[in-house]
Protein backbone atom coordinates (compact mmCIF):
# COMPACT_ATOMS: atom_id res chain seq x y z
CA UNK A 1 0.00 0.00 0.00
CA UNK A 2 1.32 3.26 -0.88
CA UNK A 3 2.37 5.18 1.83
CA UNK A 4 0.24 8.42 2.90
CA UNK A 5 1.35 11.77 1.95
CA UNK A 6 0.44 15.06 3.68
CA UNK A 7 1.06 18.38 2.64
CA UNK A 8 2.84 20.80 5.03
CA UNK A 9 -0.71 22.58 5.75
CA UNK A 10 -2.42 19.37 6.58
CA UNK A 11 0.88 18.36 8.80
CA UNK A 12 0.27 21.55 10.75
CA UNK A 13 -3.58 21.27 11.02
CA UNK A 14 -3.08 17.82 12.69
CA UNK A 15 -0.93 19.20 15.02
CA UNK A 16 -2.92 22.02 16.08
CA UNK A 17 -5.83 19.66 16.22
CA UNK A 18 -3.92 16.88 18.44
CA UNK A 19 -3.04 19.62 20.67
CA UNK A 20 -6.89 20.63 21.01
CA UNK A 21 -6.14 23.79 19.19
CA UNK A 22 -8.87 24.40 16.94
CA UNK A 23 -11.68 26.80 18.15
CA UNK A 24 -13.11 25.29 21.57
CA UNK A 25 -16.44 25.02 22.35
CA UNK A 26 -18.51 26.89 24.57
CA UNK A 27 -19.46 26.87 27.89
CA UNK A 28 -16.19 24.45 28.54
CA UNK A 29 -16.83 22.21 32.22
CA UNK A 30 -14.52 20.59 34.39
CA UNK A 31 -15.19 17.15 32.65
CA UNK A 32 -13.89 18.76 29.62
CA UNK A 33 -10.76 20.23 31.00
CA UNK A 34 -9.81 16.70 32.52
CA UNK A 35 -10.39 15.37 29.22
CA UNK A 36 -8.39 18.29 27.53
CA UNK A 37 -5.34 17.57 29.69
CA UNK A 38 -6.15 13.97 28.56
CA UNK A 39 -5.41 14.22 25.59
CA UNK A 40 -2.90 16.32 25.17
CA UNK A 41 -0.66 14.61 28.35
CA UNK A 42 0.41 17.22 30.79
CA UNK A 43 0.57 20.84 31.46
CA UNK A 44 3.57 22.94 32.18
CA UNK A 45 4.44 24.45 35.70
CA UNK A 46 5.76 27.62 35.36
CA UNK A 47 6.00 29.95 38.22
CA UNK A 48 6.06 33.27 36.35
CA UNK A 49 2.97 35.39 36.47
CA UNK A 50 3.80 38.39 34.18
CA UNK A 51 0.28 37.42 32.68
CA UNK A 52 -1.07 34.82 34.68
CA UNK A 53 0.28 31.27 34.91
CA UNK A 54 1.02 29.06 31.96
CA UNK A 55 -0.90 26.14 33.91
CA UNK A 56 -3.75 28.73 33.34
CA UNK A 57 -2.89 30.12 30.03
CA UNK A 58 -2.63 26.79 28.43
CA UNK A 59 -5.80 25.17 28.68
CA UNK A 60 -7.35 29.08 28.18
CA UNK A 61 -6.04 28.60 24.53
CA UNK A 62 -7.48 24.85 24.34
CA UNK A 63 -11.06 25.57 26.15
CA UNK A 64 -11.31 29.17 25.94
CA UNK A 65 -13.22 31.08 29.32
CA UNK A 66 -12.93 28.25 31.53
CA UNK A 67 -12.71 28.17 35.39
CA UNK A 68 -9.40 27.87 36.98
CA UNK A 69 -11.15 26.70 39.96
CA UNK A 70 -11.93 23.47 38.30
CA UNK A 71 -7.90 22.89 37.53
CA UNK A 72 -7.72 23.29 41.09
CA UNK A 73 -10.49 20.93 41.96
CA UNK A 74 -9.43 18.26 40.23
CA UNK A 75 -5.75 18.46 42.02
CA UNK A 76 -6.47 18.55 45.28
CA UNK A 77 -10.41 17.68 45.79
CA UNK A 78 -11.14 14.97 43.40
CA UNK A 79 -7.36 14.63 43.00
CA UNK A 80 -7.30 13.21 39.22
CA UNK A 81 -4.32 14.86 38.69
CA UNK A 82 -0.73 15.47 40.53
CA UNK A 83 2.64 17.40 39.85
CA UNK A 84 5.18 15.65 38.19
CA UNK A 85 8.06 15.63 35.54
CA UNK A 86 6.97 15.11 31.77
CA UNK A 87 8.70 17.11 29.22
CA UNK A 88 9.15 19.79 32.55
CA UNK A 89 7.46 20.26 35.75
CA UNK A 90 3.65 19.63 34.88
CA UNK A 91 0.46 19.02 35.90
CA UNK A 92 -0.55 15.00 34.90
CA UNK A 93 -3.44 12.71 35.09
CA UNK A 94 -3.11 10.40 38.75
CA UNK A 95 -4.19 7.70 36.35
CA UNK A 96 -0.82 8.07 34.27
CA UNK A 97 1.57 7.51 37.62
CA UNK A 98 2.76 4.31 35.99
CA UNK A 99 4.26 6.37 33.36
CA UNK A 100 6.54 7.90 35.91
CA UNK A 101 7.47 5.44 38.24
CA UNK A 102 10.02 4.25 36.89
CA UNK A 103 11.52 8.05 36.43
CA UNK A 104 11.34 8.05 39.84
CA UNK A 105 13.73 5.70 40.51
CA UNK A 106 16.23 6.61 37.57
CA UNK A 107 16.84 9.91 38.35
CA UNK A 108 21.04 10.21 39.34
CA UNK A 109 22.89 13.16 39.88
CA UNK A 110 24.36 14.72 36.98
CA UNK A 111 28.47 15.21 36.49
CA UNK A 112 28.54 18.56 36.89
CA UNK A 113 30.18 20.44 39.97
CA UNK A 114 26.92 21.64 41.11
CA UNK A 115 25.11 18.08 40.67
CA UNK A 116 27.59 16.32 42.46
CA UNK A 117 27.11 19.12 45.26
CA UNK A 118 23.69 18.90 46.05
CA UNK A 119 24.15 14.64 45.97
CA UNK A 120 26.84 14.91 48.43
CA UNK A 121 24.61 17.09 50.43
CA UNK A 122 21.54 15.06 49.75
CA UNK A 123 23.81 11.69 50.83
CA UNK A 124 24.66 13.33 54.50
CA UNK A 125 21.09 14.60 55.02
CA UNK A 126 19.79 10.91 54.93
CA UNK A 127 18.48 10.58 58.17
CA UNK A 128 16.85 14.34 58.03
CA UNK A 129 15.22 12.70 54.85
CA UNK A 130 14.19 9.83 56.75
CA UNK A 131 12.79 12.40 59.37
CA UNK A 132 10.38 14.55 56.68
CA UNK A 133 8.83 11.17 55.41
CA UNK A 134 8.02 9.87 59.10
CA UNK A 135 6.69 13.39 60.09
CA UNK A 136 4.91 13.50 56.82
CA UNK A 137 3.54 9.18 57.52
CA UNK A 138 2.67 10.96 61.32
CA UNK A 139 1.12 13.96 60.85
CA UNK A 140 -0.30 14.10 56.90
CA UNK A 141 0.29 16.68 54.54
CA UNK A 142 2.34 19.95 55.71
CA UNK A 143 3.63 23.53 54.47
CA UNK A 144 7.02 23.89 55.17
CA UNK A 145 7.05 25.61 57.72
CA UNK A 146 4.73 23.42 59.63
CA UNK A 147 7.69 20.43 59.80
CA UNK A 148 9.64 19.86 62.54
CA UNK A 149 12.39 18.08 61.63
CA UNK A 150 15.70 20.06 60.58
CA UNK A 151 18.81 19.46 58.35
CA UNK A 152 21.85 17.71 60.09
CA UNK A 153 23.79 18.90 57.80
CA UNK A 154 22.73 22.61 56.41
CA UNK A 155 22.86 24.31 52.58
CA UNK A 156 26.08 26.24 52.78
CA UNK A 157 26.23 27.01 49.05
CA UNK A 158 24.74 29.61 46.21
CA UNK A 159 20.58 28.80 46.49
CA UNK A 160 19.27 28.05 43.34
CA UNK A 161 16.73 27.60 44.79
CA UNK A 162 15.28 31.40 45.48
CA UNK A 163 14.62 31.63 48.75
CA UNK A 164 14.03 28.27 49.89
CA UNK A 165 15.32 26.61 53.07
CA UNK A 166 16.96 23.46 54.26
CA UNK A 167 13.60 21.79 54.19
CA UNK A 168 12.24 23.17 50.99
CA UNK A 169 15.11 21.90 49.32
CA UNK A 170 15.15 18.30 50.40
CA UNK A 171 11.74 18.18 49.91
CA UNK A 172 12.15 19.23 46.23
CA UNK A 173 14.55 17.13 46.00
CA UNK A 174 11.99 14.35 47.37
CA UNK A 175 9.16 15.36 44.87
CA UNK A 176 11.71 14.63 41.65
CA UNK A 177 12.64 10.92 42.93
CA UNK A 178 9.01 10.28 44.24
CA UNK A 179 9.61 10.22 47.44
CA UNK A 180 6.82 13.13 48.22
CA UNK A 181 4.60 15.55 46.14
CA UNK A 182 2.42 18.67 46.34
CA UNK A 183 -1.21 18.09 47.56
CA UNK A 184 -2.56 21.33 47.60
CA UNK A 185 -1.07 25.35 46.64
CA UNK A 186 -1.88 28.26 48.76
CA UNK A 187 -1.97 32.09 47.14
CA UNK A 188 -4.26 33.34 44.05
CA UNK A 189 -3.83 32.37 40.10
CA UNK A 190 -2.15 28.71 41.10
CA UNK A 191 0.04 29.70 44.28
CA UNK A 192 3.83 29.25 44.59
CA UNK A 193 3.24 28.12 48.42
CA UNK A 194 2.98 24.34 48.47
CA UNK A 195 1.25 21.72 51.01
CA UNK A 196 3.62 18.42 50.88
CA UNK A 197 2.45 15.03 51.13
CA UNK A 198 3.83 11.53 50.35
CA UNK A 199 2.39 10.09 47.15
CA UNK A 200 -0.08 8.01 48.61
CA UNK A 201 -2.18 11.40 49.96
CA UNK A 202 -2.76 12.08 46.40
CA UNK A 203 -2.81 9.33 44.15
CA UNK A 204 -3.93 6.41 47.09
CA UNK A 205 -3.88 2.79 46.14
CA UNK A 206 -2.03 3.36 42.72
CA UNK A 207 1.12 3.56 44.90
CA UNK A 208 0.28 0.03 45.93
CA UNK A 209 -0.68 -1.37 42.08
CA UNK A 210 1.64 -3.74 40.74
CA UNK A 211 4.72 -1.96 38.67
CA UNK A 212 3.86 -2.39 34.78
CA UNK A 213 6.85 -3.85 32.84
CA UNK A 214 8.71 -1.78 31.10
CA UNK A 215 8.18 -2.16 27.63
CA UNK A 216 4.63 -2.25 28.29
CA UNK A 217 5.22 1.32 29.46
CA UNK A 218 6.62 2.80 26.57
CA UNK A 219 4.69 1.20 24.09
CA UNK A 220 1.91 2.72 25.82
CA UNK A 221 3.36 5.96 25.97
CA UNK A 222 4.36 6.53 22.59
CA UNK A 223 0.78 6.11 21.84
CA UNK A 224 -0.11 8.51 24.01
CA UNK A 225 2.73 10.84 22.80
CA UNK A 226 1.82 10.44 18.97
CA UNK A 227 -1.85 10.77 19.57
CA UNK A 228 -1.17 14.43 21.30
CA UNK A 229 1.49 15.38 18.70
CA UNK A 230 -0.23 14.33 15.13
CA UNK A 231 2.66 13.43 12.76
CA UNK A 232 5.64 13.30 14.54
CA UNK A 233 9.53 11.96 14.47
CA UNK A 234 10.92 9.60 16.89
CA UNK A 235 12.76 12.41 18.40
CA UNK A 236 9.73 14.71 18.55
CA UNK A 237 8.12 11.43 20.29
CA UNK A 238 11.36 11.28 22.54
CA UNK A 239 11.25 14.90 23.48
CA UNK A 240 7.38 14.94 24.49
CA UNK A 241 5.44 13.34 27.50
CA UNK A 242 8.13 11.11 29.24
CA UNK A 243 10.81 13.62 27.79
CA UNK A 244 13.89 11.28 27.32
CA UNK A 245 12.51 8.41 28.92
CA UNK A 246 11.45 6.60 26.10
CA UNK A 247 13.97 3.19 26.51
CA UNK A 248 13.90 1.47 23.59
CA UNK A 249 11.74 3.94 21.46
CA UNK A 250 13.27 2.72 18.16
CA UNK A 251 12.05 -0.57 18.56
CA UNK A 252 8.73 0.49 20.04
CA UNK A 253 7.65 2.70 17.12
CA UNK A 254 8.62 -0.47 14.77
CA UNK A 255 6.72 -2.92 16.63
CA UNK A 256 3.51 -0.39 16.86
CA UNK A 257 3.91 0.02 12.94
CA UNK A 258 4.03 -3.64 12.57
CA UNK A 259 0.72 -4.03 14.32
CA UNK A 260 -1.15 -1.49 12.24
CA UNK A 261 -1.26 1.17 15.01
CA UNK A 262 0.89 3.64 13.73
CA UNK A 263 1.77 4.05 10.09
CA UNK A 264 4.81 5.90 8.51
CA UNK A 265 3.97 9.24 6.49
CA UNK A 266 5.56 11.59 4.23
CA UNK A 267 5.13 15.57 4.34
CA UNK A 268 5.75 16.49 1.33
CA UNK A 269 6.92 20.84 0.73
CA UNK A 270 8.05 22.60 -2.37
CA UNK A 271 11.64 21.26 -1.92
CA UNK A 272 10.60 17.74 -1.88
CA UNK A 273 9.95 15.21 1.21
CA UNK A 274 10.69 16.29 4.91
CA UNK A 275 13.46 14.82 6.49
CA UNK A 276 11.89 11.90 8.03
CA UNK A 277 10.86 8.88 8.90
CA UNK A 278 7.31 10.64 10.23
CA UNK A 279 4.52 8.73 11.94
CA UNK A 280 1.39 9.43 12.63
CA UNK A 281 -1.04 7.02 14.56
CA UNK A 282 -3.94 5.56 13.21
CA UNK A 283 -6.67 6.72 15.61
CA UNK A 284 -5.96 10.34 13.84
CA UNK A 285 -6.84 8.98 10.19
CA UNK A 286 -10.50 10.29 11.07
CA UNK A 287 -8.98 13.86 11.95
CA UNK A 288 -7.24 14.13 9.00
CA UNK A 289 -10.38 13.01 6.56
CA UNK A 290 -12.46 15.45 8.50
CA UNK A 291 -9.62 18.14 8.16
CA UNK A 292 -9.65 16.98 4.21
CA UNK A 293 -13.33 17.49 3.87
CA UNK A 294 -13.38 21.02 5.12
CA UNK A 295 -14.03 20.81 8.33
CA UNK A 296 -11.51 22.65 9.62
CA UNK A 297 -12.21 25.34 12.50
CA UNK A 298 -9.93 27.33 13.26
CA UNK A 299 -8.99 30.13 15.97
CA UNK A 300 -6.93 33.06 16.78
CA UNK A 301 -5.50 32.60 19.95
CA UNK A 302 -2.55 33.56 21.82
CA UNK A 303 -0.10 31.03 23.05
CA UNK A 304 1.86 30.96 26.67
CA UNK A 305 5.63 30.37 25.72
CA UNK A 306 5.72 27.68 27.24
CA UNK A 307 2.82 25.65 25.31
CA UNK A 308 2.94 22.24 24.77
CA UNK A 309 2.31 23.01 20.81
CA UNK A 310 5.89 24.98 20.53
CA UNK A 311 7.44 23.59 23.97
CA UNK A 312 9.86 21.41 21.61
CA UNK A 313 11.36 24.38 19.74
CA UNK A 314 12.92 22.42 16.68
CA UNK A 315 9.41 21.26 16.36
CA UNK A 316 7.96 24.42 16.07
CA UNK A 317 10.02 25.98 13.27
CA UNK A 318 10.32 22.40 11.11
CA UNK A 319 6.56 22.51 11.32
CA UNK A 320 5.98 26.21 11.26
CA UNK A 321 8.16 27.83 10.33
CA UNK A 322 8.32 30.31 13.22
CA UNK A 323 11.86 30.69 15.24
CA UNK A 324 10.90 31.16 18.92
CA UNK A 325 13.29 31.67 22.25
CA UNK A 326 12.06 32.78 24.88
CA UNK A 327 13.91 36.23 26.39
CA UNK A 328 13.17 36.15 29.97
CA UNK A 329 16.69 35.51 30.87
CA UNK A 330 17.81 37.51 28.43
CA UNK A 331 19.19 41.37 29.55
CA UNK A 332 16.72 43.88 28.22
CA UNK A 333 18.97 45.87 26.04
CA UNK A 334 19.24 42.58 23.89
CA UNK A 335 15.77 41.27 23.75
CA UNK A 336 14.45 41.01 20.67
CA UNK A 337 10.83 41.08 20.84
CA UNK A 338 10.72 41.08 24.68
CA UNK A 339 10.09 39.61 28.24
CA UNK A 340 7.55 37.37 27.71
CA UNK A 341 6.16 36.46 24.08
CA UNK A 342 3.43 34.77 23.82
CA UNK A 343 3.07 33.64 19.69
CA UNK A 344 0.42 34.31 17.78
CA UNK A 345 -2.10 30.79 16.33
CA UNK A 346 -4.12 31.85 13.41
CA UNK A 347 -5.65 29.29 12.08
CA UNK A 348 -2.78 26.67 11.00
CA UNK A 349 0.02 29.36 11.29
CA UNK A 350 2.14 31.08 13.59
CA UNK A 351 1.85 34.81 12.48
CA UNK A 352 3.64 36.84 15.14
CA UNK A 353 4.19 37.59 18.94
CA UNK A 354 2.63 40.07 21.29
CA UNK A 355 4.24 41.53 24.38
CA UNK A 356 1.76 41.56 26.98
CA UNK A 357 1.60 42.29 30.50
CA UNK A 358 -1.05 41.89 33.21
CA UNK A 359 -1.18 45.11 36.33
CA UNK A 360 -3.47 43.13 38.60
CA UNK A 361 -3.99 46.46 40.74
CA UNK A 362 -5.35 48.74 38.31
CA UNK A 363 -6.72 45.39 36.35
CA UNK A 364 -4.79 46.69 32.73
CA UNK A 365 -3.90 44.96 30.18
CA UNK A 366 -0.93 46.23 28.04
CA UNK A 367 -0.21 45.44 25.26
CA UNK A 368 3.87 46.53 24.99
CA UNK A 369 4.66 45.67 21.79
CA UNK A 370 3.50 43.09 18.29
CA UNK A 371 5.48 42.11 15.73
CA UNK A 372 4.29 40.16 12.68
CA UNK A 373 6.06 37.29 10.75
CA UNK A 374 8.02 38.34 7.71
CA UNK A 375 6.14 36.44 5.45
CA UNK A 376 2.52 37.29 7.31
CA UNK A 377 0.34 40.28 5.44
CA UNK A 378 -1.70 40.89 8.23
CA UNK A 379 -5.41 42.29 6.55
CA UNK A 380 -8.02 44.25 8.16
CA UNK A 381 -9.89 40.74 9.67
CA UNK A 382 -6.60 39.43 10.60
CA UNK A 383 -5.66 42.58 12.50
CA UNK A 384 -9.46 42.35 13.90
CA UNK A 385 -8.54 38.67 15.21
CA UNK A 386 -5.65 39.35 16.67
CA UNK A 387 -7.28 42.26 18.61
CA UNK A 388 -10.12 40.32 19.37
CA UNK A 389 -7.58 36.99 20.85
CA UNK A 390 -6.08 40.26 23.13
CA UNK A 391 -9.33 40.85 24.42
CA UNK A 392 -10.70 37.26 24.97
CA UNK A 393 -7.25 36.90 27.03
CA UNK A 394 -8.13 40.21 28.64
CA UNK A 395 -11.49 39.11 29.81
CA UNK A 396 -10.15 35.96 31.19
CA UNK A 397 -7.59 38.18 33.25
CA UNK A 398 -10.13 40.17 34.42
CA UNK A 399 -8.96 42.94 33.35
CA UNK A 400 -10.63 46.22 32.89
CA UNK A 401 -9.01 48.00 30.55
CA UNK A 402 -6.20 47.32 27.81
CA UNK A 403 -3.85 49.88 26.67
CA UNK A 404 -2.02 48.85 23.22
CA UNK A 405 1.57 50.52 23.55
CA UNK A 406 2.28 48.66 20.16
CA UNK A 407 -1.26 48.40 18.08
CA UNK A 408 -1.12 44.66 16.12
Not at 106 to 112: F, T, W
Not at 129 to 158: C, H, M
Not at 276 to 286: E, I, K, M, Q, T
Amino acid sequence: MAMLTLTPQEARRLAVAAQQLEAPRPNPTKIDLLDMIRRITCVQIDPINVVARTQLLVPFSRLGPYDPADLEALLWDDKALFEYWAHAASIVLADDYPFFRPQMGERLPGNGVWQQRVHAWWAANAAFRQRLLDELARRGPLFTEEFESRADVAWNYDNRWGGSNDVNIILDRLWFRGGVTVTRRAGNGYGLKKQWGLLEHQLGERVRAPEVERPVLVRRAVERALLALGPARQRDVNRYFTRSAYPGLKEALHALEKEGIIARVAIAGEGGDWPGPWYLHNDLRPELERLRAGEWRPQTVLLSPFDNLIADRDRTERLFDFFYRIEIYTPAARRQYGYYVMPILHGDRLIGRVDPKMDRQTGRLTVQAAHWQPDATPDKDTRAAVAGAIASLGRFLGASSIEYVTAP
